[in-house]
């Protein structure tokens, strides 16, 4: 912490195991330099968000150019709010306030409000910003408008600036929204148990948090958070192993993946036992298995379409921060159909199509030499067709009957 000679706090820097925060008063330089002054950026990279800036408690999924590092988790796809903040989860749930959050200024914002209310981001490949430009508090009109922004960085640093804060932060009320100022990420616990009702099978956990002190969030300051090493990072069990990461990285055989447990991947982490895998193990045991046994198929999740969206670009204007759920429920993968049966069922359909066809056909034309085969092999039981020539040169076939029809003729002949 530097304290100018005032007493007066300058530049306040904070570690929370994850990220380290600066946070720059409105007499720093760097408070400046963090800006991103998205009027004298490249129009075609700027957007101007109509609906959000014209509603209230609205939020609105967006693709990103580049993944954005987010807790070490590579994200492409984010979530604007109205409220001052941006969703970072994969799954919409029902409070987006809660947790997985970005979240320069959350409160309850009315865009709404004025016309000169504008909800902007900005996207150029290296950095994306999003500005809540001249916002107003619902029900605290009369304080003034807010401008700030939340820059995503691609080397993982996230910077809130503030350039108009009229009023004492730790005033605003958090009666009708919550009011944060920081980061936040969790994962998803799913549980299989029947009885659990499948709106209710998914549970959220926070497992990290960065709470800014609202007093000094200010017009014309600004705070950086850059990003530490995570478990994540390490691709291989050697380098694992030796992290000296402040966390308690443990290396999963089955799923190749470095981590401590406590990330998005925590569902994965716990069906494939790799806590219990990795006591008293060593990579040199792991590699040993590896030359007795054939290695496991790391490319399957038994949650790969639970816990995830598309990958294609996906666009949502109508969510809403409040009784938001299954918006974007996640895919279930159904049981795969295999190609011999796909096959299979194709050929039974053209079989029964085809008798059909011949069918209708040799019936149609009973002199013709599909008929003549069928006829010539007909079982004993079937009535002998004669043909016979007319006098105007046409030939026409004749039913010869059966032995009990012929016996039946003949007598009725006699009688």
């Given amino acids: ?29 760097r408070s400046r330099e963090l800006w991103v002054d998205v009027a004298e950026a490249n129009r075609s990279q ?36 109205t409220g001052g903040f941006i969703f970072m989860g994969d799954v919409i749930h029902r409070m987006l306030t809660a947790t997985q959050y970005v979240a320069p200024l959350m409160a309850n914002f009315n865009p709404g409000y004025s016309d000169n209310s504008t909800v902007v981001y900005f996207d150029n490949g290296t950095v994306f910003v999003v ?34 804060i009229p009023m004492s932060v730790p005033e ?10 920081g980061l936040s990420d969790a994962f998803m616990i ?30 014309m300051s600004a705070v950086e958070f850059t990003p530490l090493p995570t478990c994540l990072q390490h691709r291989s069990c050697d380098a694992c192993m030796s992290s000296d990461l402040s966390f308690n990285c443990s290396w999963c055989h089955v799923l190749q993946r470095c981590s401590s447990g406590f990330d998005r991947y925590r569902q994965e982490w716990m069906d494939y036992g790799c806590a219990q895998e990795a006591e008293g193990r060593t990579c040199e045991d792991f590699q040993d298995e590896y030359h007795n046994s054939a ?42 159909v295999h190609l011999g049966t796909i096959v299979g069922i194709v050929l039974a359909v053209l079989l029964v199509a085809a008798i059909i066809l011949a069918g209708i056909y040799i019936n149609g034309h009973p002199t013709s030499n599909a008929a003549l085969f069928f006829i010539e092999r007909r079982p004993h039981h079937w009535p002998a067709m004669k043909f016979r020539s007319h006098p105007d040169h046409s030939t026409y076939a004749e039913v010869e009957p059966s032995g009990h029809e012929k016996e039946g003729f003949m007598e009725a002949e006699q009688c």
């Fill in 295 to 336: 290695s496991p198929d790391t490319s399957f999740s038994p949650y790969d379409g639970d816990f995830t969206t598309t990958s294609s670009s996906l666009f949502i204007d109508s969510l809403t921060t409040e009784g938001l759920q299954n918006n974007l429920s996640p895919k279930t993968k159904g049981t795969p």
């Fill in 1 to 29: 912490m530097d304290t100018l000679p005032d007493n007066r706090t300058r530049v306040v820097e904070d570690n929370h195991s994850y990220y380290v925060s600066r946070l720059y008063g409105p007499s720093e330089p």
């Fill in 172 to 181: 605003i009320s958090s009666s009708q929204h919550p009011v944060k100022t």
């Fill in 190 to 219: 799913l549980n299989p148990s029947p009885d659990v009702p499948e709106s209710r099978r998914r549970s959220i956990f926070e497992y990290h948090r960065i709470e800014l002190d609202p007093s000094k969030i200010t017009s």
């Fill in 131 to 164: 500005q809540w430009d001249h916002v107003y508090l619902q029900g605290w009109e009369d304080r003034g408008s807010f401008t700030f922004q939340a820059a995503l960085h691609r080397d993982g640093r996230i910077v809130f600036g503030y350039k108009e």
């Fill in 46 to 81: 700027v957007k101007i968000h109509t609906i959000l800036s014209n509603t209230h408690r609205q939020a609105s999924r967006v693709v990103l150019s580049f993944d954005f590092p987010f807790y070490g988790h590579l994200l492409r796809q984010i979530t604007i709010a």
